[in-house]
């Protein structure tokens, strides 16, 4: 059998989210759930995953739509990249976020690719992300078939890196996840979704679907920007990514908060405490600037650049979207 050949399933594709729950209440272990696909589908010809049923939910409408409701803008799960980044109120109104969406592989694959398959994308390694033949040819790994980790071989965790861009500006954002089950729904925020483990991920159940990303309504007074470092400008995915949010009031800096990926198993994200932004601007940039790099843990999950120079890049990021939110505000 051919390396890149598809594992066979069966596609399961219902005509309301009822339909898709009444799946998943039998099903749910041998589902996957399909949206875009762009990363599923690579995956399960790589024999990652070899489900037995694929539950399309990217045509749903209860995944559907951008509309601000009360406190909260909510985001259909299934809006495509490229429908959140172009998406006019929410550029203006999250502008860390779309930038994010933007910076997402393709133009083409974020056409396909939505917010729900980026926030619930698998963790990313060297070792991981190859053909069956290639894995094998290793022994395979903790993360998959095997019982070793080539990254920190001796450890039994997987250090996988988490590798979706939008998840920064969402930690920022303090939004949160609307996961909906054949057995009810939970409203998670997605500070607490990510567990910092390659493997396990996050607490989304496989009886789970999300359905909406939330974000407070209140955050659409920030400034934001989203930095991100990739071998190939073009299509790559995150090494690095860093969510600057900054609100001011005149020269006044009232909040700062900062959002991480591609580092660690986990998306992290640290909000600065308030008594710091009394200080001269150059102190707590600085301040700031050290704690993020510290949250960091990259390992050698990449082989296209080291560590080092990851870390490195979270301190450039930190200080470069920073000193432009302050200059931009200074000058407003
Ligand atoms: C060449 C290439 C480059 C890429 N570059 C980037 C990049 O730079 N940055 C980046 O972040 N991503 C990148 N990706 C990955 C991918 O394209 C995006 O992350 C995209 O947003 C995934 O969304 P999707 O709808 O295609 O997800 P799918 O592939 O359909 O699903 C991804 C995962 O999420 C789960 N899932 C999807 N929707 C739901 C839901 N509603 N509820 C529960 N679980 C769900 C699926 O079961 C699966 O495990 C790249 C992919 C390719 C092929
Ligand atoms: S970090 Fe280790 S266990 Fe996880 S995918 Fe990489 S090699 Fe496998």
New binding site residues.
């Given amino acids: 059998m051919g390396v890149w050949y598809m594992p066979p399933f069966e596609l399961v594709q219902p005509r309301d989210l009822d339909g898709a729950l009444r799946h998943l209440a039998d099903w749910a272990a041998d589902t996957?759930?399909?949206?875009?696909?762009?990363?599923?589908?690579?995956?399960m010809r790589q024999r990652l995953?070899e489900p037995r049923y694929l539950l399309a939910?990217?045509r749903l409408s209860e995944?559907r739509g951008i509309a601000w409701e009360g406190d909260w803008v909510r985001i259909g799960?299934?809006e495509?990249?490229n429908a959140v980044a172009a998406h006019p109120q929410l550029v203006s109104a999250f502008p860390a976020l779309t930038e994010a969406a933007a910076?997402?592989?393709?133009y083409n694959?974020?056409n396909?690719?939505?917010?729900?398959?980026?926030?619930?994308?698998?963790t990313r390694c060297h070792w991981y992300n190859q053909s069956y033949f290639w894995r094998k040819g290793i022994g395979f790994c903790l993360k998959k078939d095997g019982t070793v980790c080539h990254v920190a071989p001796g450890g039994r965790q997987c250090w996988a890196a988490y590798?979706?861009?939008?998840a920064a500006a969402l930690m920022a954002l303090e939004a949160q996840l609307r996961?909906v089950a054949p057995t009810g729904e939970r409203l998670v925020p997605i500070r607490a979704f990510f567990l910092n483990d390659g493997q396990r991920r996050f607490v989304?159940r496989p009886d789970?679907?999300?359905?909406e990303v939330r974000i407070p309504r209140w955050m659409a007074g920030y400034q934001g920007r989203y930095f991100?470092y990739?071998i190939r400008q073009a299509?790559?995915?995150?090494l690095v990514g860093v969510a600057v949010l900054v609100r001011t009031s005149g020269p006044r800096v009232l909040d700062v908060r900062v959002g991480l990926t591609a580092v660690n198993p986990m998306p992290r994200y640290f909000d600065v405490p308030s008594e710091w932004l009394e200080e001269p601007p150059d102190v707590w940039v600085e301040r700031v600037v050290e704690a993020v790099a510290r949250l960091a843990r990259p390992l050698k999950t990449s082989l296209l650049v080291g560590p080092a120079y990851r870390q490195h890049l979270v301190r450039v990021f930190v200080r470069r979207g920073l000193r432009s939110l302050l200059a931009l505000s200074a000058a407003a």
């Fill in positions: 996957k759930i399909l949206a875009g696909g762009t990363d599923l589908l690579p995956s995953f939910v990217g995944l799960a299934a495509t990249l910076a997402v592989a393709a694959i974020r396909m690719g939505t917010l729900g398959g980026n926030v619930c994308l698998d590798s979706g861009d939008t996961l989304l789970e679907v999300l359905t991100k990739r299509v790559d995915y995150p």
